[in-house]
């Protein structure tokens, strides 16, 4: 039988998990895999560590998990959990019950056909989510597209079953910053989506704040595109243009009409608006300078304290050694 690898990063999950749990080992029979479940605890502050040991302890064969020294992020463990599944089929999941477990019957009937190497999901409805960043989420996509290189689908979860084949693919890419929903498109293959509506998650609270929203969508325009540098220096030379034909301008008014002072608010205002522009280049450039700085320094994504193995040397004198 072929194996599924299913990771799941968690971050504050205690209330879902177990529901998460629950509601896969229901679904387990209707699919003709073996699963491997790869929980990545990302530095949580509650009980969900203590969780996922005692669910490996009760599960040695199928559950496996990791754990961060601190709160790396979902990419980070995204990253972590790819790296660890060893599937046929692998499957990135929220541990929220937002990304529905039914589906994967579907996704699964769909990857058969061998011209498929990923089915993805993609929300059609953003139902429950609030007004203001439903607003900005689709303004982001709508950007990105248009900006960017690499197509980015909107409404698309990080939810998706992918073919062993592609997960290699996507494992080539080490870059640091990582924006996945941009690697899973930029490493190409054939993708399907499915649509589904909206589903609230099952218990806790989101982690994503507007702000931290926010930045990550910066984050995914500086990783794939460099069209922000391009309009600056765009703009620069646009006002360079003008303010030299202004200077010929002015230079002639003076000499036929005289009239030295006038102009003062509008010069003032010229200025302004140029060390505005300069500015906001700088920002734009220091952007990406600053990606590179974090890029070229090679840390690695993620530093793992923990995972099952470790658990049971050194918690339990590894007792399962010898059964
Ligand atoms: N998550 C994580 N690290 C973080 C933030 C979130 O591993 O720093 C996990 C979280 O546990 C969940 C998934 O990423 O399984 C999606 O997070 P969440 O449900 O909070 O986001 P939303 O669905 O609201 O976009
Ligand atoms: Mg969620």
Known sequence: ????????PCYNEQESLPYYFTAMEKLKPQLPLDFEYIFVNDGSRDQTLAYLRKLAIANPDSVHYISFSRNFGKEAGLYAGLQKATG??????DADLQDPPELLIKMYQEIQDPEIDCVGTRRVTRAGEPKLRSFFARMFYRLINKI?????????????LMTRQMVDAI???TEYNRFSKGLFSWVGFKTKYLPYENVERVAGTTSWSFWKLFSYS?????NF????????????????????????????RTLLFGDPTSGWPS???????????QLLSLGIIGKYVGK?????????????????KLYRQFKLGDQTKND
């Open 171 to 173: 494992l080539e890419l």
């Open 88 to 93: 046929d089929y692998i499957t990135v999941m």
């Open 225 to 252: 595109s460099d069209t922000p540098l391009n309009i600056a220096s765009v703009i620069g030379a646009l006002a360079c243009l003008i303010s030299i034909v202004s200077l010929v301008v002015i230079v002639i």
């Open 148 to 160: 960017g290189q690499t197509e980015i689908i909107d409404g698309a979860r990080d939810f998706r």
């Open 1 to 8: 039988m072929a194996t599924l690898s299913i990771i799941v």
């Open 267 to 277: 010069m003032v205002s010229v200025v302004l608006l140029l060390s505005g522009i």
């Open 292 to 308: 590179i700085f974090l890029e070229t320094k090679k840390r690695p994504q993620y530093i793992v304290k923990e995972d099952e």
């Open 218 to 222: 910066i984050d995914g325009i500086v």
